[in-house]
Protein backbone atom coordinates (compact mmCIF):
# COMPACT_ATOMS: atom_id res chain seq x y z
CA UNK A 1 0.00 0.00 0.00
CA UNK A 2 1.08 3.72 -0.88
CA UNK A 3 -0.66 5.05 2.13
CA UNK A 4 0.07 9.16 2.26
CA UNK A 5 1.77 9.81 -0.97
CA UNK A 6 3.44 13.87 -1.00
CA UNK A 7 5.09 15.67 -4.09
CA UNK A 8 7.25 16.67 -4.34
CA UNK A 9 10.04 15.77 -1.58
CA UNK A 10 12.35 19.28 -2.01
CA UNK A 11 11.50 22.24 -3.52
CA UNK A 12 13.17 26.06 -3.82
CA UNK A 13 10.76 28.88 -4.49
CA UNK A 14 11.63 32.73 -4.87
CA UNK A 15 10.08 34.73 -2.14
CA UNK A 16 6.72 35.56 -4.22
CA UNK A 17 6.20 32.36 -6.38
CA UNK A 18 3.49 30.73 -6.19
CA UNK A 19 3.36 26.68 -5.97
CA UNK A 20 1.01 23.71 -4.65
CA UNK A 21 1.84 21.18 -2.18
CA UNK A 22 0.45 17.92 -3.42
CA UNK A 23 -0.69 15.00 -1.20
CA UNK A 24 -2.61 11.66 -1.89
CA UNK A 25 -4.17 8.77 0.13
CA UNK A 26 -5.11 5.59 -1.30
CA UNK A 27 -6.85 4.45 2.09
CA UNK A 28 -10.56 5.95 1.52
CA UNK A 29 -9.48 8.40 4.44
CA UNK A 30 -11.97 11.26 5.06
CA UNK A 31 -9.67 13.15 7.44
CA UNK A 32 -6.97 14.89 5.80
CA UNK A 33 -4.51 17.80 7.28
CA UNK A 34 -1.55 19.88 6.76
CA UNK A 35 1.44 20.78 9.19
CA UNK A 36 4.16 22.86 9.06
CA UNK A 37 7.08 21.29 11.37
CA UNK A 38 9.98 24.34 11.81
CA UNK A 39 12.97 23.67 14.54
CA UNK A 40 11.57 23.66 17.69
CA UNK A 41 8.05 24.37 17.21
CA UNK A 42 6.44 20.86 17.15
CA UNK A 43 3.88 20.26 14.12
CA UNK A 44 1.72 23.45 13.91
CA UNK A 45 -1.68 22.75 11.93
CA UNK A 46 -2.42 24.89 8.87
CA UNK A 47 -5.90 23.35 7.49
CA UNK A 48 -7.98 20.27 7.62
CA UNK A 49 -10.74 18.58 5.79
CA UNK A 50 -13.44 16.54 7.15
CA UNK A 51 -14.39 15.38 3.89
CA UNK A 52 -14.58 15.90 0.26
CA UNK A 53 -15.98 19.54 -0.37
CA UNK A 54 -15.23 20.35 3.44
CA UNK A 55 -12.01 22.66 4.83
CA UNK A 56 -11.37 24.41 7.35
CA UNK A 57 -8.55 26.57 9.12
CA UNK A 58 -6.11 25.67 11.68
CA UNK A 59 -3.96 27.11 13.83
CA UNK A 60 -1.83 29.00 11.19
CA UNK A 61 -3.79 29.40 7.72
CA UNK A 62 -2.32 32.38 6.64
CA UNK A 63 -1.01 32.72 3.27
CA UNK A 64 -2.23 28.86 2.33
CA UNK A 65 -4.87 27.69 0.49
CA UNK A 66 -6.76 24.32 0.00
CA UNK A 67 -9.48 22.35 -1.66
CA UNK A 68 -10.77 19.28 -1.55
CA UNK A 69 -12.76 17.93 -4.83
CA UNK A 70 -11.91 14.34 -4.00
CA UNK A 71 -11.46 11.83 -1.23
CA UNK A 72 -8.26 11.23 -2.46
CA UNK A 73 -6.33 14.29 -2.94
CA UNK A 74 -5.77 17.46 -0.59
CA UNK A 75 -3.92 19.96 -2.13
CA UNK A 76 -2.17 22.87 0.00
CA UNK A 77 -1.58 26.24 -2.25
CA UNK A 78 1.13 28.63 -1.29
CA UNK A 79 0.06 31.99 -3.67
CA UNK A 80 2.73 33.95 -2.81
CA UNK A 81 5.77 32.29 -1.26
CA UNK A 82 7.60 34.47 1.37
CA UNK A 83 10.90 33.19 3.67
CA UNK A 84 8.67 32.51 6.63
CA UNK A 85 7.30 29.72 5.16
CA UNK A 86 10.38 27.87 4.53
CA UNK A 87 9.67 24.71 6.68
CA UNK A 88 9.03 20.62 6.08
CA UNK A 89 5.27 20.22 5.17
CA UNK A 90 3.40 17.27 6.14
CA UNK A 91 0.26 15.93 5.21
CA UNK A 92 -1.68 13.27 7.43
CA UNK A 93 -5.09 11.20 6.75
CA UNK A 94 -7.04 9.27 8.94
CA UNK A 95 -10.36 7.42 9.85
CA UNK A 96 -13.09 9.60 11.26
CA UNK A 97 -11.26 13.12 12.33
CA UNK A 98 -8.47 13.76 14.55
CA UNK A 99 -8.78 12.18 17.47
CA UNK A 100 -8.26 8.84 15.78
CA UNK A 101 -4.41 7.50 14.40
CA UNK A 102 -2.90 10.01 11.71
CA UNK A 103 -1.02 8.49 8.85
CA UNK A 104 1.26 10.80 7.51
CA UNK A 105 3.52 11.56 4.30
CA UNK A 106 7.38 11.60 4.32
CA UNK A 107 6.91 15.40 3.78
CA UNK A 108 8.23 17.96 1.34
CA UNK A 109 11.31 20.56 2.50
CA UNK A 110 10.25 23.83 1.11
CA UNK A 111 12.61 26.70 1.00
CA UNK A 112 11.90 30.26 0.16
CA UNK A 113 14.82 32.53 -1.11
CA UNK B 1 0.82 29.62 24.11
CA UNK B 2 1.77 26.36 23.74
CA UNK B 3 -1.50 24.07 24.65
CA UNK B 4 0.68 20.66 24.99
CA UNK B 5 3.83 21.10 26.57
CA UNK B 6 6.23 18.41 26.58
CA UNK B 7 9.81 18.32 28.88
CA UNK B 8 12.41 17.58 28.48
CA UNK B 9 12.96 19.35 25.20
CA UNK B 10 16.30 17.32 24.89
CA UNK B 11 17.47 14.54 26.49
CA UNK B 12 20.71 12.43 25.51
CA UNK B 13 21.10 9.30 27.40
CA UNK B 14 23.32 5.99 27.25
CA UNK B 15 22.12 2.78 26.46
CA UNK B 16 20.25 0.51 29.19
CA UNK B 17 19.12 3.89 31.07
CA UNK B 18 15.31 4.56 31.59
CA UNK B 19 13.59 7.76 31.18
CA UNK B 20 10.51 9.46 31.25
CA UNK B 21 9.00 12.25 28.98
CA UNK B 22 6.24 14.29 29.68
CA UNK B 23 2.98 15.65 28.24
CA UNK B 24 1.28 18.97 30.42
CA UNK B 25 -1.75 20.96 29.82
CA UNK B 26 -3.98 23.01 31.54
CA UNK B 27 -6.68 22.00 29.33
CA UNK B 28 -8.86 18.85 29.81
CA UNK B 29 -7.93 16.27 26.28
CA UNK B 30 -10.85 13.62 24.72
CA UNK B 31 -8.02 11.59 23.58
CA UNK B 32 -3.81 11.74 23.75
CA UNK B 33 -1.73 10.25 21.05
CA UNK B 34 2.09 9.82 20.87
CA UNK B 35 4.17 9.93 17.93
CA UNK B 36 7.72 9.02 17.40
CA UNK B 37 9.27 10.48 14.53
CA UNK B 38 12.84 9.50 12.75
CA UNK B 39 14.97 12.23 10.82
CA UNK B 40 13.38 12.77 6.92
CA UNK B 41 10.14 10.94 7.14
CA UNK B 42 6.55 11.51 8.90
CA UNK B 43 5.62 10.76 12.72
CA UNK B 44 4.26 7.48 13.28
CA UNK B 45 1.55 6.34 15.69
CA UNK B 46 2.45 4.65 19.17
CA UNK B 47 -0.34 4.73 21.05
CA UNK B 48 -3.43 6.40 21.91
CA UNK B 49 -5.06 6.99 25.34
CA UNK B 50 -8.87 7.73 25.98
CA UNK B 51 -9.46 7.23 29.36
CA UNK B 52 -8.56 9.03 32.76
CA UNK B 53 -5.45 6.91 34.56
CA UNK B 54 -4.87 4.55 31.77
CA UNK B 55 -2.09 2.73 31.25
CA UNK B 56 -1.34 1.32 28.19
CA UNK B 57 2.72 -0.33 27.61
CA UNK B 58 4.15 -1.02 24.14
CA UNK B 59 7.46 -3.50 25.04
CA UNK B 60 9.20 -1.43 26.45
CA UNK B 61 7.72 1.92 26.84
CA UNK B 62 4.94 2.73 29.05
CA UNK B 63 2.63 5.01 28.76
CA UNK B 64 -0.20 6.35 30.95
CA UNK B 65 -3.09 9.43 30.67
CA UNK B 66 -3.76 11.56 33.90
CA UNK B 67 -6.65 10.90 35.68
CA UNK B 68 -7.70 14.22 35.21
CA UNK B 69 -6.97 13.92 31.21
CA UNK B 70 -4.88 16.90 31.45
CA UNK B 71 -1.33 15.35 30.99
CA UNK B 72 0.57 11.96 30.26
CA UNK B 73 3.43 10.37 30.34
CA UNK B 74 6.04 8.05 28.58
CA UNK B 75 8.36 6.08 30.33
CA UNK B 76 11.03 4.00 28.55
CA UNK B 77 13.04 1.05 30.11
CA UNK B 78 15.91 0.49 29.11
CA UNK B 79 16.62 2.45 26.39
CA UNK B 80 18.38 1.01 23.05
CA UNK B 81 19.80 3.06 20.23
CA UNK B 82 16.95 2.65 18.13
CA UNK B 83 14.54 4.06 20.65
CA UNK B 84 16.99 7.53 19.06
CA UNK B 85 13.75 9.77 17.43
CA UNK B 86 11.45 12.94 18.65
CA UNK B 87 9.10 11.57 20.48
CA UNK B 88 5.40 13.84 19.81
CA UNK B 89 2.43 13.74 21.90
CA UNK B 90 -1.18 15.45 20.58
CA UNK B 91 -4.24 15.36 21.45
CA UNK B 92 -7.66 16.44 20.94
CA UNK B 93 -10.66 18.82 22.92
CA UNK B 94 -14.21 17.93 23.44
CA UNK B 95 -15.82 17.40 20.09
CA UNK B 96 -13.17 19.79 17.95
CA UNK B 97 -11.99 17.73 14.79
CA UNK B 98 -8.46 19.19 15.35
CA UNK B 99 -5.07 17.19 16.21
CA UNK B 100 -3.18 19.66 18.32
CA UNK B 101 0.50 18.88 18.44
CA UNK B 102 2.99 19.64 21.19
CA UNK B 103 7.00 20.60 21.00
CA UNK B 104 8.10 17.10 20.77
CA UNK B 105 11.33 15.49 22.98
CA UNK B 106 14.38 14.75 21.08
CA UNK B 107 15.92 11.56 22.10
CA UNK B 108 19.45 10.65 21.70
CA UNK B 109 20.35 7.60 22.91
CA UNK B 110 23.83 6.63 22.82
CA UNK B 111 25.46 2.86 22.40
Known amino acids: NAGVTQTPKFQVLKTGQSMTLQCAQDMNHEYMSWYRQDPGMGLRLIHYSVGAGITDQGEVPNGYNVSRSTTEDFPLRLLSAAPSQTSVYFC???WGTGNQPQHFGDGTRLSIL | TQLLEQSPQFLSIQEGENLTVYCNSS?????LQWYRQEPGEGPVLLVT?????EVKKLKRLTFQFGDARKDSSLHITAAQPGDTGLYLC???????????FGKGMKLTVNP
Open chain 1, 92 to 94: ASS
Open chain 2, 90 to 100: AGTQGGSEKLV
Open chain 2, 27 to 31: SVFSS
Open chain 2, 49 to 53: VVTGG
